[in-house]
Nanobody, 125 residues
Framework: QLPLVASGGGLVQPGESLRLSCEAS????????IGWFRQAPGKEREGVSC????????HYTPSVKGRFTVSRDNAKNSVYLQMENLAPEDTAVYYC??????????????????WGRGTQVTVSS
């Protein structure tokens, strides 16, 4: 599995929205559970959301539930994270990664890698 590339970040004001995309070059996402993780300055990496290979299993960390929506289009080899009502505490570098070993209601456990390029999300007024 090659590293995935996240894109779509930016600077937005509180309450605004962003849509992140995750794409793979040279490999397929279709058979893998994909996770979105984020890391803010001075903080540990946090699992945000995960989606199973067929989209049948989806989980979110409690702080984003109801605001973020993960989806995937295997035909386009892409996974998305729609983020609504963004808040300053959502500010972080967001990463997508394949082969998430645990995608469950109370834990989104990261794989060892490979970790690709993340995208910066900054929420500030």
């Amino acid at each position: 599995q090659l590293p995935l590339v996240a894109s779509g970040g930016g600077l937005v004001q509180p309450g605004e929205s962003l849509r992140l995309s995750c794409e793979a070059s040279g490999s397929t996402l279709g058979s893998s559970t994909i996770g979105w993780f984020r890391q803010a300055p001075g903080k540990e990496r946090e699992g945000v959301s995960c989606i199973a290979d067929d989209g049948a299993i989806i989980h979110y960390t409690p702080s984003v539930k109801g605001r973020f929506t993960v989806s995937r289009d295997n035909a386009k080899n892409s996974v998305y994270l729609q983020m609504e009502n963004l808040a300053p505490e959502d500010t972080a570098v967001y990463y997508c990664v394949a082969r998430v070993p645990i995608c469950a209601a109370n834990i989104i456990f990261p794989p060892a890698g490979p970790w690709g390029r993340g995208t910066q999300v900054t929420v500030s007024s």
